[in-house]
């Protein structure tokens, strides 16, 4: 956090903390400090719109104060801190997510911290879980501590982003005996312009350290899709990436994707056409039922992932010039489409004459990358697919809310992604519609036809071989999808919805138990 917390670390007597505590308490009151923890199934995934805990989000904000330079990089890490909680007399053990911010002030490293936070499945809260900090001089950690960890010490977990905005509302962050921290919903609907772009729809949280009032409160301003973006107006967003720190370790991958704006599964097949120098082009791109399995190290774990094998047949002036065949599955946890590699063919007269531009994760340095995020977010950078000598694809998305005319029709709410590459060919303009994919490319190539046998159905999809498709109408009642193996013990799917043409959807691991699903309502 930006706010410093060197009193965190004094050593203050126990009857100096009670009497502190019991200055507070009347204070403390107004804040809602009850949570139905023990009623709660949580999730170090997702998040919610304005506090994101995928691993690789990572968020750069820079400033000036009292004259000194700062630089913070928050990042939700690829790890998970076991959080060991008292419910009903018993001990539960809570999954929360690592998020690190580093501190860097006039270019020398003074603080790392480590926060824990994880999402109510049932009520979309983030709930904040703990923190420990490494503080350095020259280079040289020079002190550790361990400010609170909820189940230790009487430390109780508190809301640090709540899923329902209510301007007014007052909760605590954390309680904890070094820790008392109080958070009130200032204003929404805001729009922020920061170094790295403007953002609309910002909520903003006033921040109150009930152990130390003297110092006032901080006021945060988060955007949906990204996070913070202002920190008190001293520290602004000056950079946003995504997928910095590899494939998300705990995520399911299926071999499908349910994403508005890059969807796949069998036979789905997209035809864009256009010229260019006076060369007609036809490109076809067809989801192929064919499964890739790409052995992949995630956090020193080995695991086979079935991808889903996408063709692209390139023909210029009806003449084959490549065909490539691209990997691609969707992580569940985090709604990400990730890309494992392709294989190139190119062509001259019928006859390969080549295959540049082809690569595998984990062969010869080569990494995965997205190749389209669960929540498009303006602004958001991200790396497609590195591959020493052969890619290296950096996206940036540019715009959202679009509305386009191609050849097949026109589109709304479409979103533009830029993708540049470092090894000498020009940027790429995509753009993608929802519920089709791909509609223009670099506004030469352009959607003339669509052709998905699931679309006349209507139904749900299922994969025998892969994984089952879920969906079901949008309501007013916040139903929630339950599963049970007997029809006695129902439980959370920790799978986080996506809306697709007035529908959630869901895609669930099949497994070779049988399983039950229900909508319940909370």
Known sequence: MFVREEAHITMIPVLRIAAMLLVVQAAAQEFTAQFPIDEMHFLAFGGQPHFILNPGHRLVLEGEDAGEQIVLTVTALNQTKQITLQSGGKPRVVLARVVEEREVINGELTEVGRFWYARSIETSDVYFFGEEVDFYFNGEIVGQTKLWEAGVGGALPGIIMPRTFLLGARYHQNQAVAALDGAENVAMGLTMTVPVGTYSNCVQIAETDMLRPETGTTIKTYAPGVGLVNDHDTLLLTDFRLGTVGLPAGCAFAPFSNHPFFPFSPGRRLMLEGTEGGTNTVLTIMALNEIRTVPVTIVGEAKNIPTRVIEERKTANGELVEVSRKFLAQCLETGDVHFFGKEVDRYEGGVIVGHEGSWLTDVDGAEAGIIMPANFAVGARYFQETALGVANDLASNSASGLTVTVPAGTFTNCVRIMVTTSLGTNAREMTCAPGIGLISDHNVLRLTSVTDPNIATGA???????????????????????????????????????????????????????????????
């Open 460 to 522: 749900p999809v299922l994969s025998i071989q892969d994984a089952v498709l879920l969906s079901w109408p949008f309501t007013d009642n916040s139903f929630r999808l339950q599963s049970s193996s007997d029809l006695q013990s129902w439980v959370p799917v920790l799978q986080i919805p996506v809306p697709v043409d007035g529908r959630n959807q869901i895609s669930v691991p099949r497994d070779k138990t049988r399983n039950y699903f229900r909508l319940a309502v909370p």
